[in-house]
Nanobody
Framework: QVHVVESGGGLVQAGGSLRLSCAAS????????MGWHRQAPGKSRQLVAG???????NYADSVKGRFTISRDNANNTVYLHMNSLKPEDTAVYYC?????????WGQGTQVTVSS
C-alpha cells in the first residue's frame, strides 16, 4: 500500500508565501515524476508544477516565476515553494507521485489567499 501525505497549506494574505510538502511511503519503488495539481471551487483539477527524477521541472504559466518545485529523492518528498501568492491561487492542492505503473494522489491540502 502506498501513502501520499501533503502538509503546509493554510491561510495567507496576498503577497505572502507558503511551502507545501508531500511525502510518499509504503510499497512504492522507482518513483519517476512527482508534482502538484490544484482545484479551485467550480473548476477542474489542473497541473501546477512537476519534477522528474532527474530534476527537470515544468510549471503552469500562471505560477512561473512565483512557485518553485523541488524534491528530495532520498526521502521520497516533493516541495512546492509558493511566493507572491494571489487570491486566484486559492485552491485545494494535490500531490501526485508516479512510479513506473501508475500515479498516487494525496488527499489534498487547502491553500487560501486573502486579498
Amino acid at each position: 500500500q502506498v501513502h501520499v501525505v501533503e502538509s503546509g497549506g493554510g491561510l495567507v494574505q496576498a503577497g505572502g508565501s507558503l511551502r507545501l510538502s508531500c511525502a510518499a511511503s509504503g510499497s512504492i519503488f522507482d518513483i519517476t515524476a512527482m508534482g502538484w495539481h490544484r482545484q479551485a471551487p467550480g473548476k477542474s483539477r489542473q497541473l501546477v508544477a512537476g519534477i522528474t527524477s532527474r530534476g527537470r521541472t515544468n510549471y503552469a504559466d500562471s505560477v512561473k516565476g512565483r512557485f518553485t518545485i523541488s524534491r528530495d529523492n532520498a526521502n521520497n518528498t516533493v516541495y512546492l515553494h509558493m511566493n507572491s501568492l494571489k487570491p486566484e491561487d486559492t485552491a485545494v492542492y494535490y500531490c501526485i507521485v508516479e512510479d513506473l505503473e501508475r500515479g498516487y494522489w494525496g488527499q489534498g491540502t487547502q491553500v487560501t489567499v486573502s486579498s
